[in-house]
Protein backbone atom coordinates (compact mmCIF):
# COMPACT_ATOMS: atom_id res chain seq x y z
CA UNK A 1 0.00 0.00 0.00
CA UNK A 2 1.07 3.31 -0.70
CA UNK A 3 2.99 4.87 2.31
CA UNK A 4 0.85 8.39 1.56
CA UNK A 5 -1.95 6.13 3.36
CA UNK A 6 -0.29 5.21 6.48
CA UNK A 7 2.51 7.48 7.17
CA UNK A 8 1.85 11.38 8.69
CA UNK A 9 4.79 12.06 7.73
CA UNK A 10 4.05 11.94 3.72
CA UNK A 11 0.43 13.00 4.33
CA UNK A 12 -0.95 16.08 2.58
CA UNK A 13 -3.60 18.52 3.13
CA UNK A 14 -4.75 21.60 1.68
CA UNK A 15 -4.79 24.80 4.15
CA UNK A 16 -7.27 27.37 3.08
CA UNK A 17 -7.64 30.77 4.25
CA UNK A 18 -11.06 33.48 3.50
CA UNK A 19 -10.19 36.77 1.74
CA UNK A 20 -11.10 40.04 2.48
CA UNK A 21 -11.12 42.94 0.19
CA UNK A 22 -12.72 44.02 -3.21
CA UNK A 23 -10.59 42.67 -6.19
CA UNK A 24 -7.13 41.05 -7.51
CA UNK A 25 -5.38 42.12 -10.49
CA UNK A 26 -5.93 39.52 -13.95
CA UNK A 27 -2.68 38.63 -13.61
CA UNK A 28 -2.43 37.90 -9.99
CA UNK A 29 -0.25 34.81 -9.71
CA UNK A 30 2.86 36.40 -9.42
CA UNK A 31 2.13 39.28 -6.85
CA UNK A 32 0.58 36.52 -5.03
CA UNK A 33 3.25 33.63 -4.78
CA UNK A 34 6.00 37.08 -3.52
CA UNK A 35 3.90 37.75 -1.01
CA UNK A 36 3.10 34.47 0.49
CA UNK A 37 6.91 33.52 -0.29
CA UNK A 38 7.89 36.92 1.75
CA UNK A 39 5.85 35.48 5.02
CA UNK A 40 6.59 31.51 3.97
CA UNK A 41 10.24 31.95 2.56
CA UNK A 42 10.60 27.82 2.73
CA UNK A 43 7.80 27.16 0.57
CA UNK A 44 10.15 28.13 -2.39
CA UNK A 45 12.53 25.35 -1.31
CA UNK A 46 10.19 22.93 -1.05
CA UNK A 47 8.83 20.87 -4.52
CA UNK A 48 6.25 19.52 -3.23
CA UNK A 49 4.45 22.54 -1.48
CA UNK A 50 2.13 24.74 -3.54
CA UNK A 51 -0.04 27.31 -3.82
CA UNK A 52 -3.94 27.23 -5.54
CA UNK A 53 -5.18 29.43 -7.99
CA UNK A 54 -7.69 31.38 -6.14
CA UNK A 55 -11.17 30.17 -5.70
CA UNK A 56 -14.25 32.04 -5.58
CA UNK A 57 -13.36 35.02 -7.50
CA UNK A 58 -15.88 36.46 -10.43
CA UNK A 59 -14.85 38.39 -13.38
CA UNK A 60 -14.76 41.88 -13.86
CA UNK A 61 -13.80 45.06 -15.49
CA UNK A 62 -9.70 44.31 -16.22
CA UNK A 63 -9.36 42.42 -12.61
CA UNK A 64 -11.31 39.71 -10.55
CA UNK A 65 -13.53 40.35 -7.76
CA UNK A 66 -13.40 38.74 -4.69
CA UNK A 67 -16.95 37.58 -2.51
CA UNK A 68 -17.24 35.53 0.58
CA UNK A 69 -16.43 32.31 -1.10
CA UNK A 70 -13.08 33.75 -2.21
CA UNK A 71 -10.12 31.26 -1.15
CA UNK A 72 -6.23 31.15 -0.90
CA UNK A 73 -5.53 27.70 -0.72
CA UNK A 74 -1.67 25.98 -0.04
CA UNK A 75 -1.62 22.35 -0.55
CA UNK A 76 1.28 21.71 1.95
CA UNK A 77 2.75 18.28 4.19
CA UNK A 78 0.32 18.03 7.23
CA UNK A 79 3.15 18.57 9.59
CA UNK A 80 3.99 22.23 7.66
CA UNK A 81 0.17 23.74 7.97
CA UNK A 82 0.20 24.88 11.94
CA UNK A 83 3.17 27.31 10.62
CA UNK A 84 1.59 28.10 7.44
CA UNK A 85 -1.26 29.26 9.13
CA UNK A 86 0.02 30.92 11.96
CA UNK A 87 1.99 33.05 9.87
CA UNK A 88 -0.67 33.92 7.02
CA UNK A 89 -4.12 34.53 9.27
CA UNK A 90 -4.33 38.04 9.84
CA UNK A 91 -1.56 39.31 7.24
CA UNK A 92 -1.67 41.72 4.44
CA UNK A 93 -1.26 41.29 1.14
CA UNK A 94 -0.29 43.59 -1.69
CA UNK A 95 -1.41 42.62 -4.95
CA UNK A 96 -0.26 45.84 -7.92
CA UNK A 97 -2.67 48.23 -6.64
CA UNK A 98 -5.23 45.85 -4.54
CA UNK A 99 -4.94 44.56 -0.93
CA UNK A 100 -6.55 41.88 0.38
CA UNK A 101 -6.43 40.46 4.08
CA UNK A 102 -6.23 36.64 4.83
CA UNK A 103 -8.82 35.64 7.14
CA UNK A 104 -8.58 32.51 9.33
CA UNK A 105 -7.19 29.13 8.11
CA UNK A 106 -9.30 25.93 7.75
CA UNK A 107 -7.76 22.43 6.54
CA UNK A 108 -9.20 20.38 4.25
CA UNK A 109 -8.19 16.60 4.42
CA UNK A 110 -7.24 15.24 0.75
CA UNK A 111 -9.59 12.77 -0.63
CA UNK A 112 -9.78 9.57 -2.57
CA UNK A 113 -11.73 9.88 -5.87
CA UNK A 114 -11.65 8.30 -9.11
CA UNK A 115 -11.85 11.75 -11.32
CA UNK A 116 -9.26 14.46 -10.51
CA UNK A 117 -9.21 17.65 -11.94
CA UNK A 118 -6.22 21.31 -12.64
CA UNK A 119 -7.42 24.31 -13.62
CA UNK A 120 -4.38 24.73 -15.30
CA UNK A 121 -0.89 22.59 -16.26
CA UNK A 122 2.02 23.87 -17.55
CA UNK A 123 5.28 22.25 -18.32
CA UNK A 124 8.58 24.46 -19.10
CA UNK A 125 9.27 22.34 -22.53
CA UNK A 126 5.97 23.97 -24.01
CA UNK A 127 6.05 27.58 -22.10
CA UNK A 128 9.48 28.78 -23.69
CA UNK A 129 9.72 32.64 -24.62
CA UNK A 130 10.21 32.01 -28.24
CA UNK A 131 6.27 30.35 -28.15
CA UNK A 132 4.71 32.66 -26.16
CA UNK A 133 2.13 34.28 -28.57
CA UNK A 134 1.90 30.41 -30.40
CA UNK A 135 -0.61 27.86 -29.87
CA UNK A 136 0.50 25.07 -27.64
CA UNK A 137 0.05 21.66 -29.25
CA UNK A 138 -2.62 19.56 -27.58
CA UNK A 139 -1.14 16.47 -28.78
CA UNK A 140 2.19 17.60 -27.70
CA UNK A 141 0.93 18.56 -23.89
CA UNK A 142 -0.96 15.02 -23.92
CA UNK A 143 1.88 12.83 -25.14
CA UNK A 144 4.14 15.00 -22.06
CA UNK A 145 1.76 14.52 -19.70
CA UNK A 146 1.50 10.35 -20.42
CA UNK A 147 4.92 10.32 -19.47
CA UNK A 148 5.43 11.78 -16.17
CA UNK A 149 2.03 9.82 -15.15
CA UNK A 150 4.03 7.10 -16.31
CA UNK A 151 6.81 7.67 -14.28
CA UNK A 152 4.83 7.64 -11.30
CA UNK A 153 3.43 4.19 -11.96
CA UNK A 154 0.07 5.39 -13.12
CA UNK A 155 -2.37 5.37 -16.20
CA UNK A 156 -5.31 7.40 -16.13
CA UNK A 157 -7.79 8.48 -18.72
CA UNK A 158 -7.27 12.08 -19.84
CA UNK A 159 -9.34 15.14 -20.53
CA UNK A 160 -7.76 18.15 -22.39
CA UNK A 161 -10.10 20.98 -21.49
CA UNK A 162 -9.31 24.66 -22.95
CA UNK A 163 -5.91 26.23 -23.20
CA UNK A 164 -4.50 28.27 -20.29
CA UNK A 165 -2.17 31.12 -20.67
CA UNK A 166 -0.69 33.33 -17.71
CA UNK A 167 2.06 36.14 -17.96
CA UNK A 168 4.54 36.06 -15.08
CA UNK A 169 7.73 37.20 -14.30
CA UNK A 170 9.07 33.99 -15.13
CA UNK A 171 7.75 34.20 -18.42
CA UNK A 172 4.35 33.15 -20.71
CA UNK A 173 3.29 30.03 -19.16
CA UNK A 174 0.90 28.25 -21.46
CA UNK A 175 -1.13 24.96 -20.87
CA UNK A 176 -4.24 23.17 -20.43
CA UNK A 177 -6.79 22.46 -18.14
CA UNK A 178 -6.82 18.76 -17.40
CA UNK A 179 -9.21 15.88 -15.88
CA UNK A 180 -7.99 12.66 -14.83
CA UNK A 181 -10.06 9.96 -14.55
CA UNK A 182 -10.23 6.20 -13.55
CA UNK A 183 -7.65 6.41 -10.94
CA UNK A 184 -7.22 3.80 -7.79
CA UNK A 185 -7.16 5.28 -4.22
CA UNK A 186 -3.42 5.51 -3.72
CA UNK A 187 -2.74 6.96 -7.04
CA UNK A 188 -5.48 9.85 -6.42
CA UNK A 189 -3.48 10.48 -3.47
CA UNK A 190 0.25 10.25 -5.15
CA UNK A 191 -0.78 13.07 -7.87
CA UNK A 192 -2.29 15.01 -5.37
CA UNK A 193 0.72 15.16 -3.58
CA UNK A 194 3.13 15.53 -6.74
CA UNK A 195 1.19 17.33 -9.16
CA UNK A 196 1.89 17.42 -12.61
CA UNK A 197 4.58 20.10 -14.86
CA UNK A 198 5.85 22.96 -13.51
CA UNK A 199 5.15 25.86 -11.70
CA UNK A 200 3.91 24.48 -8.65
CA UNK A 201 4.25 27.62 -6.74
CA UNK A 202 1.97 29.48 -9.37
CA UNK A 203 -1.23 27.46 -9.33
CA UNK A 204 -0.06 25.16 -12.07
CA UNK A 205 -0.53 21.17 -12.02
CA UNK A 206 -2.40 21.12 -8.43
CA UNK A 207 -4.97 18.70 -8.53
CA UNK A 208 -8.65 18.72 -6.81
CA UNK A 209 -11.47 15.38 -6.10
CA UNK A 210 -14.12 16.34 -8.66
CA UNK A 211 -17.77 14.68 -8.98
CA UNK A 212 -17.98 16.12 -12.30
CA UNK A 213 -16.24 16.03 -16.08
CA UNK A 214 -18.59 19.16 -16.46
CA UNK A 215 -15.32 21.07 -15.50
CA UNK A 216 -13.33 20.57 -17.73
CA UNK A 217 -12.42 23.79 -19.68
CA UNK A 218 -13.79 26.10 -17.03
CA UNK A 219 -11.14 28.82 -14.78
CA UNK A 220 -13.27 29.40 -12.25
Given at each position: MDSLLTDPAEQFVDLQFSLQGYAVPLEYVDALWAEV???LPWMEGDPLAGMHLLSGLSPGNGEWYLSRRSRLALRLARQQADTASGALSGANLQLGANKIEIGAANVRELTHTSVL????VTFSSI???SLANEPVSEVDFLTICQQQLAALDMAPRLICGKS???QTSAGTLNGFSLMLVGLGADATLKIQRHGLGDER???CGIFVPHKSMAAVGTLE
Open positions: RSIYARFSPAQRAKRG
